[in-house]
């Protein structure tokens, strides 16, 4: 899978999927483009976007996204936070379908 990580996340984070192909928006040089535009730039050259942005499905209109969309919910996102749900996330990337948009979260106890 071609994975693009939003801007928001560490650059360090693409290092957990190992067997992906995973680049920032800053290694693309998007940084600073707006969502709308972002997501339509993403759509032409990656399968999935990751963010923790969680108002991302309220702001767009993703009813006619082929993009796979994988909001992270997380207490920050520093890489430690979001480590823990890098398992959830890969195994993910095996099912979520063209136009989905799943939230991962850490199971509680």
Do not use: Y
Not at 14 to 19: D, I, L, V
Not at 22 to 33: E, H, L
Not at 76 to 93: E, F, G, H, K, Y
């Amino acid at each position: 899978m071609k994975i693009l990580l939003d801007e928001c996340l560490p650059r360090k984070f693409k290092r957990m999927f190992a067997g992906h192909h995973a680049v920032t928006v800053r290694d693309m040089g998007w940084t600073g483009t707006k969502n709308g535009a972002l997501l339509r730039l993403a759509e032409n050259e990656f399968d999935v976007f990751i963010t923790v942005d969680r108002n991302l499905t309220h702001q767009q209109n993703l009813q006619s996204t082929t993009l796979r969309i994988i909001v992270l919910v997380a207490p920050n996102n520093r890489l430690d936070a979001l480590q823990i749900l890098t398992p959830l996330v890969i195994s993910l990337l095996q099912t979520i379908k063209p136009g989905e948009v799943v939230h991962v979260r850490a199971m509680t106890s």
